[in-house]
């Protein structure tokens, strides 16, 4: 299992600086919750997003997040906005099938379909809506190749934008595609790139997951150290993302 995308947001102003500090602890629903205010289509779909990210690190809050997620289309005016709310639906439908919720994989696949039918090329939302592609390629439909071809635009296109976050995500699953093929030193090179992008923008609930990735490509004993780290964290957070902890997890030993 992987941390499975950012939440698009600009952090400009006051409100979403607080935003982040809250999300960035794993603090979504008083995060979501500083935007209710804001009635425009777009706090809509940010809401959203910080619901469905709650669902994929604590596998909670699912009937919250489905709100939102109404309120979104229904508030939703012109392509733009209907796309992006399209490409949290799909967000959200994936989540519920890697977790085992609920198979809506099908649910997944059409929304993110209809986001890219939507959303212009050169579109804010589209290299994440890529990089969501290429989610459901690799978790889903086992397509490795059409995974890695989809975290690699999303990687470009994060890079054009000057999307730090989302170049986090793109590292780390291209570098898990790496790791399956046993290309170790590209692995490393893609973990490592993804814990220093995190560690620099604070986003602290994500940080546990990117050093125990780290941990799958490095030798002992500097494994063991960043697995230690990891839990360290992960307890800190109260057990968030609940994913991780299976992989921290020692093996029991054999008698």
């Not at 205010?37 to 596998?59: I, K």
């Not at 949290?88 to 519920?96: K, V």
């Not at 059409?146 to 699953?173: E, I, K, M, N």
Request: proline fraction near 5%; charged fraction near 25%; aromatic fraction near 6%.
């Amino acid at each position: 299992m992987s941390d499975s995308g950012p939440v698009s947001d600009s952090r400009t102003s006051a409100l979403q600086t607080a935003v982040w500090r809250l999300r960035s602890r794993g603090c979504w629903t008083d995060a979501a919750a500083l935007l209710e205010r804001d009635h425009s289509p777009g706090a809509a779909v940010q809401r959203v997003s910080l619901l469905v990210e709650r669902c994929l690190f604590t596998e909670r809050g699912w009937s919250d997040a489905e709100d939102a997620l109404r309120t979104a289309e229904a508030m939703a005016k012109n392509d733009d906005e209907r796309g992006a709310a399209a490409c949290e639906r799909g967000q959200l439908a994936y989540a519920a099938t890697v977790l085992g919720v609920r198979d809506r994989a099908d649910e997944a696949s059409a929304a993110l379909g209809r986001a890219a039918a939507l959303l212009a090329p050169n579109a804010a939302g589209r290299p994440l809506l890529d990089f969501r592609r290429g989610l459901i390629a690799e978790h889903i439909a086992d397509s490795p190749q059409s995974a890695r071809a989809a975290y690699r635009r999303a990687h470009a296109g994060a890079t054009a934008v000057q999307d730090p976050l989302l170049l986090s995500f793109t590292w780390r699953h291209l570098a898990g595609l790496a790791l399956r093929e046993g290309e170790l030193a590209e692995a490393r090179h893609g973990f490592a790139e993804s814990l220093r992008i995190r560690e620099e923008l604070g986003y602290l609930v994500g940080t546990a997951p990117a050093l125990a990735a780290l941990a799958d490509a490095e030798p002992d004993p500097e494994a063991g150290r960043l697995r230690a780290e990891a839990a360290r964290l992960f307890r800190l957070l109260g057990g968030v993302p609940t994913w991780l902890a299976a992989q921290l997890t020692p093996p029991a030993p054999v008698v």
